[in-house]
Protein backbone atom coordinates (compact mmCIF):
# COMPACT_ATOMS: atom_id res chain seq x y z
CA UNK A 1 0.00 0.00 0.00
CA UNK A 2 1.05 3.28 -1.50
CA UNK A 3 1.86 5.98 1.26
CA UNK A 4 1.53 9.84 -0.09
CA UNK A 5 3.27 11.67 2.63
CA UNK A 6 3.43 15.80 3.08
CA UNK A 7 6.56 16.91 5.01
CA UNK A 8 7.26 20.27 6.05
CA UNK A 9 9.30 22.78 8.39
CA UNK A 10 11.37 25.58 8.70
CA UNK A 11 14.60 25.91 6.42
CA UNK A 12 17.54 24.02 7.55
CA UNK A 13 15.14 21.20 9.84
CA UNK A 14 16.50 18.22 7.42
CA UNK A 15 13.53 17.83 4.90
CA UNK A 16 15.82 17.49 1.90
CA UNK A 17 18.90 15.97 3.87
CA UNK A 18 16.36 12.99 5.35
CA UNK A 19 15.18 11.82 1.71
CA UNK A 20 18.53 9.80 1.86
CA UNK A 21 16.93 7.39 4.27
CA UNK A 22 14.53 5.95 1.49
CA UNK A 23 17.52 4.75 -0.51
CA UNK A 24 17.57 1.77 2.54
CA UNK A 25 14.18 0.59 2.21
CA UNK A 26 15.28 -0.72 -1.35
CA UNK A 27 12.58 2.27 -2.95
CA UNK A 28 13.71 3.72 -6.60
CA UNK A 29 13.65 7.11 -5.41
CA UNK A 30 12.90 9.80 -8.02
CA UNK A 31 13.66 13.30 -7.01
CA UNK A 32 12.20 16.41 -8.93
CA UNK A 33 14.57 18.95 -7.28
CA UNK A 34 12.71 22.57 -8.14
CA UNK A 35 14.37 23.83 -4.71
CA UNK A 36 17.14 25.92 -5.50
CA UNK A 37 18.90 24.03 -2.79
CA UNK A 38 17.47 20.83 -3.51
CA UNK A 39 20.58 19.36 -4.86
CA UNK A 40 22.86 20.10 -1.79
CA UNK A 41 20.22 18.88 0.12
CA UNK A 42 20.24 15.87 -1.15
CA UNK A 43 23.86 15.39 -1.36
CA UNK A 44 24.57 16.09 1.68
CA UNK A 45 21.75 13.73 3.35
CA UNK A 46 23.52 10.81 0.80
CA UNK A 47 26.90 11.78 2.95
CA UNK A 48 25.12 12.34 6.79
CA UNK A 49 23.54 8.84 6.47
CA UNK A 50 26.60 6.88 4.69
CA UNK A 51 23.84 5.87 1.85
CA UNK A 52 26.54 6.03 -0.95
CA UNK A 53 26.45 2.62 -1.92
CA UNK A 54 22.55 2.58 -2.69
CA UNK A 55 22.92 6.17 -4.83
CA UNK A 56 22.35 4.33 -7.92
CA UNK A 57 18.49 3.85 -6.83
CA UNK A 58 18.03 7.83 -6.47
CA UNK A 59 17.36 9.58 -10.35
CA UNK A 60 17.45 12.81 -9.87
CA UNK A 61 15.61 15.49 -12.56
CA UNK A 62 16.15 19.44 -12.51
CA UNK A 63 12.49 21.26 -14.40
CA UNK A 64 13.41 23.92 -16.58
CA UNK A 65 13.30 27.40 -14.37
CA UNK A 66 13.48 30.02 -16.96
CA UNK A 67 15.13 33.30 -15.79
CA UNK A 68 12.80 36.24 -15.07
CA UNK A 69 13.34 39.35 -17.35
CA UNK A 70 15.14 42.23 -15.02
CA UNK A 71 14.19 44.87 -17.30
CA UNK A 72 11.05 44.17 -17.88
CA UNK A 73 10.25 43.39 -14.31
CA UNK A 74 11.25 46.88 -13.51
CA UNK A 75 8.94 48.08 -16.50
CA UNK A 76 6.43 46.71 -14.90
CA UNK A 77 6.97 48.08 -11.07
CA UNK A 78 7.16 51.65 -12.69
CA UNK A 79 3.70 51.20 -14.37
CA UNK A 80 2.64 49.46 -10.61
CA UNK A 81 3.56 52.71 -9.10
CA UNK A 82 1.05 54.83 -11.24
CA UNK A 83 -1.94 52.57 -12.14
CA UNK A 84 -4.60 52.37 -9.81
CA UNK A 85 -5.38 48.91 -7.98
CA UNK A 86 -8.75 48.64 -9.54
CA UNK A 87 -7.06 48.62 -13.08
CA UNK A 88 -4.55 46.77 -12.29
CA UNK A 89 -6.78 43.98 -11.17
CA UNK A 90 -8.72 43.70 -14.49
CA UNK A 91 -4.91 43.86 -16.56
CA UNK A 92 -3.57 41.17 -17.79
CA UNK A 93 0.61 40.64 -17.79
CA UNK A 94 1.43 40.51 -21.25
CA UNK A 95 4.67 38.52 -20.34
CA UNK A 96 2.74 35.76 -18.38
CA UNK A 97 3.31 33.27 -21.10
CA UNK A 98 7.27 33.56 -19.92
CA UNK A 99 6.76 32.20 -16.78
CA UNK A 100 6.71 28.17 -17.47
CA UNK A 101 8.05 26.72 -14.39
CA UNK A 102 5.31 25.09 -13.22
CA UNK A 103 4.84 23.33 -17.19
CA UNK A 104 8.17 22.43 -16.47
CA UNK A 105 7.74 20.18 -13.20
CA UNK A 106 4.54 19.11 -14.41
CA UNK A 107 6.29 17.77 -18.19
CA UNK A 108 9.30 16.66 -15.78
CA UNK A 109 6.99 14.42 -14.01
CA UNK A 110 5.16 13.38 -17.19
CA UNK A 111 8.72 12.57 -19.12
CA UNK A 112 11.33 12.07 -16.04
CA UNK A 113 14.39 12.35 -17.64
CA UNK A 114 17.35 12.51 -15.29
CA UNK A 115 20.55 14.50 -14.78
CA UNK A 116 22.40 11.64 -16.53
CA UNK A 117 19.73 11.93 -19.63
CA UNK A 118 18.02 8.32 -18.72
CA UNK A 119 14.43 8.53 -19.33
CA UNK A 120 12.02 6.89 -16.34
CA UNK A 121 9.31 7.44 -17.96
CA UNK A 122 5.58 8.87 -16.14
CA UNK A 123 5.18 9.12 -12.84
CA UNK A 124 1.69 7.92 -13.95
CA UNK A 125 3.27 4.29 -14.54
CA UNK A 126 5.27 4.37 -11.58
CA UNK A 127 4.71 1.80 -8.78
CA UNK A 128 5.07 1.27 -5.18
CA UNK A 129 8.38 0.17 -5.67
CA UNK A 130 9.23 4.03 -6.76
CA UNK A 131 8.86 6.83 -4.84
CA UNK A 132 8.88 10.27 -5.76
CA UNK A 133 10.01 12.97 -4.43
CA UNK A 134 9.12 16.58 -4.87
CA UNK A 135 11.32 19.03 -3.36
CA UNK A 136 9.14 21.41 -3.13
CA UNK A 137 5.22 22.92 -2.42
CA UNK A 138 6.90 26.62 -1.97
CA UNK A 139 8.37 26.54 -5.75
CA UNK A 140 5.15 24.92 -7.36
CA UNK A 141 2.74 27.50 -5.40
CA UNK A 142 4.63 30.30 -6.29
CA UNK A 143 4.62 28.71 -10.37
CA UNK A 144 1.34 28.34 -10.21
CA UNK A 145 0.45 31.60 -8.95
CA UNK A 146 2.85 33.22 -11.85
CA UNK A 147 1.52 30.87 -14.77
CA UNK A 148 -1.94 32.32 -13.78
CA UNK A 149 -1.11 35.92 -13.33
CA UNK A 150 2.71 36.59 -14.53
CA UNK A 151 4.18 38.72 -12.29
CA UNK A 152 1.00 41.51 -11.46
CA UNK A 153 0.58 42.01 -8.22
CA UNK A 154 -3.05 43.39 -7.45
CA UNK A 155 -4.30 39.59 -7.94
CA UNK A 156 -8.76 39.26 -8.31
CA UNK A 157 -10.74 36.93 -6.37
CA UNK A 158 -11.58 34.44 -9.31
CA UNK A 159 -7.56 34.52 -10.17
CA UNK A 160 -7.16 33.45 -6.58
CA UNK A 161 -9.64 31.13 -7.16
CA UNK A 162 -7.69 29.51 -10.23
CA UNK A 163 -5.09 29.35 -9.14
CA UNK A 164 -6.34 27.17 -5.89
CA UNK A 165 -8.35 25.43 -8.26
CA UNK A 166 -4.67 24.42 -10.27
CA UNK A 167 -3.08 23.73 -7.07
CA UNK A 168 -5.89 21.55 -5.86
CA UNK A 169 -6.19 19.48 -9.02
CA UNK A 170 -2.04 18.59 -8.77
CA UNK A 171 -1.87 17.66 -5.57
CA UNK A 172 -4.95 15.55 -5.78
CA UNK A 173 -3.71 13.89 -9.23
CA UNK A 174 -0.53 13.15 -6.87
CA UNK A 175 -2.10 11.96 -3.76
CA UNK A 176 -5.20 10.31 -5.46
CA UNK A 177 -4.16 8.99 -9.12
CA UNK A 178 -0.60 7.70 -9.02
CA UNK A 179 0.48 4.35 -8.02
CA UNK A 180 3.98 5.18 -6.66
CA UNK A 181 4.84 6.56 -3.26
CA UNK A 182 5.26 10.58 -2.84
CA UNK A 183 6.66 13.07 -0.91
CA UNK A 184 5.95 16.31 -1.05
CA UNK A 185 8.14 18.89 0.91
CA UNK A 186 6.91 21.85 1.67
CA UNK A 187 8.05 25.20 4.21
CA UNK A 188 5.35 26.43 6.93
CA UNK A 189 3.60 29.10 7.12
CA UNK A 190 1.24 30.93 10.48
CA UNK A 191 -2.34 31.68 10.27
CA UNK A 192 -4.97 32.11 12.37
CA UNK A 193 -7.85 29.39 12.67
CA UNK A 194 -11.11 30.55 11.75
CA UNK A 195 -12.40 27.99 14.13
CA UNK A 196 -10.26 28.27 17.13
CA UNK A 197 -9.23 32.03 16.63
CA UNK A 198 -5.89 30.75 17.92
CA UNK A 199 -2.71 30.91 15.22
CA UNK A 200 -1.87 27.57 13.71
CA UNK A 201 0.84 26.34 11.56
CA UNK A 202 0.48 25.03 8.14
CA UNK A 203 2.41 24.20 5.19
CA UNK A 204 2.57 26.99 2.83
CA UNK A 205 0.65 27.05 -0.31
CA UNK A 206 -1.41 29.61 -2.13
CA UNK A 207 -4.25 31.07 0.73
CA UNK A 208 -6.13 30.02 3.52
CA UNK A 209 -9.00 28.58 1.52
CA UNK A 210 -6.50 25.65 1.12
CA UNK A 211 -4.84 25.52 4.82
CA UNK A 212 -6.74 22.84 6.09
CA UNK A 213 -7.86 21.48 2.10
CA UNK A 214 -4.74 20.68 1.11
CA UNK A 215 -3.31 18.34 4.17
CA UNK A 216 -5.86 15.99 3.84
CA UNK A 217 -4.99 14.63 0.76
CA UNK A 218 -2.17 13.01 2.29
CA UNK A 219 -1.46 9.90 4.33
CA UNK A 220 0.99 11.33 6.56
CA UNK A 221 1.28 14.69 7.64
CA UNK A 222 4.85 15.45 8.89
CA UNK A 223 5.90 18.83 10.65
CA UNK A 224 10.16 18.36 10.27
CA UNK A 225 12.43 20.92 13.03
CA UNK A 226 15.66 21.17 14.62
CA UNK A 227 16.90 21.94 18.14
CA UNK A 228 20.40 22.26 17.95
CA UNK A 229 22.25 19.07 15.86
CA UNK A 230 19.11 17.15 16.56
CA UNK A 231 16.74 16.70 13.97
CA UNK A 232 13.34 15.48 14.51
CA UNK A 233 9.61 14.98 12.55
CA UNK A 234 6.58 15.12 14.69
CA UNK A 235 3.27 13.73 13.93
CA UNK A 236 1.89 15.01 17.19
CA UNK A 237 2.10 19.15 17.86
CA UNK A 238 0.31 22.17 19.38
CA UNK A 239 0.13 24.03 16.62
CA UNK A 240 1.42 22.26 13.43
CA UNK A 241 -1.41 20.53 11.25
CA UNK A 242 0.38 16.77 10.83
CA UNK A 243 -1.03 13.75 10.52
CA UNK A 244 -0.04 10.15 10.70
CA UNK A 245 -1.34 6.83 9.09
CA UNK A 246 2.07 5.10 8.16
CA UNK A 247 4.11 6.27 10.86
CA UNK A 248 3.35 6.92 14.73
CA UNK A 249 1.79 9.40 17.03
CA UNK A 250 4.46 11.50 18.62
CA UNK A 251 6.29 14.73 19.13
CA UNK A 252 9.45 13.35 18.12
CA UNK A 253 10.30 10.93 15.92
CA UNK A 254 13.87 10.32 13.42
CA UNK A 255 14.20 11.70 10.37
CA UNK A 256 13.97 8.12 8.50
CA UNK A 257 11.89 6.97 6.21
CA UNK A 258 12.39 3.23 7.34
CA UNK A 259 10.04 3.11 10.26
CA UNK A 260 7.04 3.96 7.91
CA UNK A 261 5.19 1.01 8.14
CA UNK A 262 4.67 -0.16 4.73
CA UNK A 263 8.49 -0.76 4.81
CA UNK A 264 8.39 -2.91 8.08
CA UNK A 265 10.10 -6.45 7.85
Not at 76 to 105: A, C, G, H, N, W
Not at 223 to 237: D, L, N, S, Y
Amino acid sequence: MSFKALVYGDTGTGKTVSVATLLFTGQKVKFLAAENNAIAGIKAGIKIHKAEKFEENLAIMIPDRPKLDLKAMIEYQEKFLITPIETQMKSVDPKRKSYTRYMSVMKGLASFVDTNGKDHGTIDDWDDSVTAVIDGLTIIAEAIKQATVGGKLAISQPEWGIMQGQMMTFIRHLTEDVKCNVVLLGHPTKETDQILGTQRIYPANLGQALNSLLPTCFTDVIWAERQGTKFTWATEHRLAVVAARHLGIAASLPQDYRQFTCFAN
